[in-house]
């Protein structure tokens, strides 16, 4: 169950440092930053492996790029806009 809360948590974090880097917002908020974070770590996994730091089992840095990836096709599919400065 711990094991669980972790991935969430680092799932959120990586989708709010892809939604930093990409300057995006990302719909739903909070729970669109896990969907991202965890879906683009998987996508960042399969396409890049498994190197580098990991956190409640999942790389850093290809879960990174991997969710950077994820942020910008789905805000070019959905509309979204760059964030407010």
């Known amino acids: ?9 680092v799932g959120a974090v990586i989708g709010v ?3 930093a880097i990409t300057s995006r ?3 739903l908020g909070w729970i669109g930053n896990i969907i991202a ?6 996508l960042g996994e399969m396409i890049l492996g498994s190197w580098g730091p990991m ?6 840095i290809p879960s990174i790029i991997g969710a950077v990836v994820l942020v910008l096709i789905v805000s ?4 979204t806009r760059k964030k407010k400065s």
């Open 17 to 19: 440092i892809a939604g």
């Open 1 to 9: 169950m711990l094991h669980l809360l972790w991935v969430l948590i």
């Open 25 to 27: 917002d990302l719909p």
């Open 37 to 42: 974070g965890l879906v683009g770590s998987w």
């Open 76 to 79: 070019v599919i959905i509309g």
């Open 55 to 60: 956190i409640a089992g999942m790389a850093i």
